[in-house]
Structure formats: structure tokens, C-alpha cells
């Protein structure tokens, strides 16, 4: 099993642009996350999608959009990306949302925004 | 609203020497979690601690739940080399009749480093 996949590993961008992060899994979960990591920050939660059809915002969604594509994919866009978006992006699942012992991250995706 | 402290957020220390950090969160919870990350790696998860008094053991590494306190702490024993990275601890909300979907709170996360 790859466990949780994430494209681009890079990505820079120009003030203004789009981009979309693509996440998946392999591991049959339900429930699928997007976090921001930024520095002395911890990982705030941006999107989630606690099953296949469902999303809901978190903690900071602004400037983001989210689409459950099926069970495996859940994807993250940048509609215009700001330099305050400047950040690592992880994706994460688990099976469950409430009985669930434990969430699986993704190995990121750093986003610089000039 | 939820919100996590952990404390210190940078311990250098010594190695062969003990260590505790801890975790402080603000609102009812029966699950909270411990990750290691290492510079530019994802989060490794370390331990699932699911009820008061839960405690857990790997190698040097020891966690503990007191819900009642609303603190979690994660011992380090001995410390090596090798244990030097951040640490986070992560709190999922409890709601009564509901369900939080899973979505998990961090604290700012503690650097640590591990010094001959």
C-alpha cells in the first residue's frame, strides 16, 4: 500500500495564479483533511470530508476550495493564489471520523506563493 | 473553541538525560494523539492515547492522559541523538450526541534537540 499520496512535492507560484493539489489514498478511508503547516504554527485544519460526497470547512478555508472526486481523492484548489498561502500542505485520512484510533498523513507539498 | 498549548516549545537537552513535555487543551476530549516530525518529513504518528489514565510506552518515549486535567505529557527517558525533532500533540473535539468527523486540533509543536 502507498498509504497517502500527494502531487506536486513543489510548486511555485505567481501572485494571482491557480493550482490544484491532488491527494489520494489507498486505504479505503472515509474521512480525508487538509492542513496548512506554517511555522511555530502547528497544522491547522483548511477543508475536510468526513465521507465520500461531504465536505465542510475548518479552520482557515479562505481563499481555498475542495472536491471529493470519489472514496480515494480529495483535492485542494488555490482559485488565486495569495503570498499569505505560502505554505506546506498535508493531507491526511482515517477510516472512521468518530471511532477512528489514528490519522495517516500525506508527505506534504510546499507551496511557495511570489 | 478549542485550543492546545504545549510547553516548552524548544527543550535542548542532553543526551542520557530525562525530559517531559506537555500538553494543555481548553475543552473536553477523550482522544489525543502524539507525532514526530522530522525537518521537511510528514507527521509520524507516535501514540493514540483514548481514555483518562491512558498510558503508553515505546522505546524512551512515554505518554500519558489525564482528561480530568485536560493534560496530556510525553516523557523522555534517557534521551539519544536520534529522538531530536518536533513533537505534536493533536486533541480531537468531543461533542455530546455528535461527532467531530475526526478533525484534529495542534499544539505549536516542541523542537527538541538532543545534544552529546
Known amino acids: 500500500n502507498a498509504g497517502v499520496t500527494q502531487t506536486p512535492k513543489f510548486q511555485v507560484l505567481k501572485t494571482g495564479q491557480s493550482m490544484t493539489l491532488q491527494c489520494a489514498q489507498d486505504m479505503n478511508h472515509n474521512s480525508m483533511y487538509w492542513y496548512r503547516q506554517d511555522p511555530g504554527m502547528g497544522l491547522r485544519l483548511i477543508y475536510y470530508s468526513a465521507s465520500e460526497g461531504t465536505t465542510d470547512k475548518g479552520e482557515v478555508p479562505n481563499g481555498y476550495n475542495v472536491s471529493r472526486l470519489n472514496k480515494r481523492e480529495f483535492s485542494l484548489r488555490l482559485e488565486s493564489a495569495a503570498p499569505s498561502q505560502t505554505s506546506v500542505y498535508f493531507c491526511?485520512?482515517?477510516?472512521?471520523?468518530?471511532?477512528?484510533?489514528?490519522?495517516?498523513f500525506g508527505p506534504g507539498t510546499r507551496l511557495t506563493v511570489l | 473553541e478549542l485550543k492546545v498549548e504545549q510547553n516548552p516549545l524548544f527543550l535542548s537537552m542532553q543526551e542520557g538525560k530525562n525530559y517531559t513535555i506537555y500538553c494543555n487543551y481548553s475543552?473536553?476530549?477523550?482522544?489525543l494523539y502524539w507525532y514526530r516530525q522530522d525537518p521537511g518529513k510528514s507527521l509520524e504518528s507516535l501514540f493514540v492515547l483514548l481514555s483518562n489514565g491512558a498510558v503508553k510506552q515505546e522505546g524512551r518515549l512515554m505518554a500519558s492522559l489525564d482528561t480530568k486535567a485536560r493534560l496530556s505529557t510525553l516523557h523522555i527517558t534517557a534521551a539519544v541523538h536520534d529522538l531530536s525533532a518536533t513533537y505534536f500533540c493533536?486533541?480531537?473535539?468531543?461533542?455530546?450526541?455528535?461527532?467531530?468527523?475526526?478533525?484534529?486540533?495542534f499544539g505549536q509543536g516542541t523542537i527538541l534537540t538532543v545534544h552529546p
Open positions: 475543552t473536553t476530549s477523550d482522544r
Open positions: 491526511a485520512s482515517n477510516l472512521q471520523g468518530y471511532f477512528s484510533n489514528e490519522q495517516f
Open positions: 493533536a486533541v480531537v473535539i468531543s461533542y455530546a450526541g455528535g461527532t467531530s468527523y475526526g478533525k484534529l486540533t
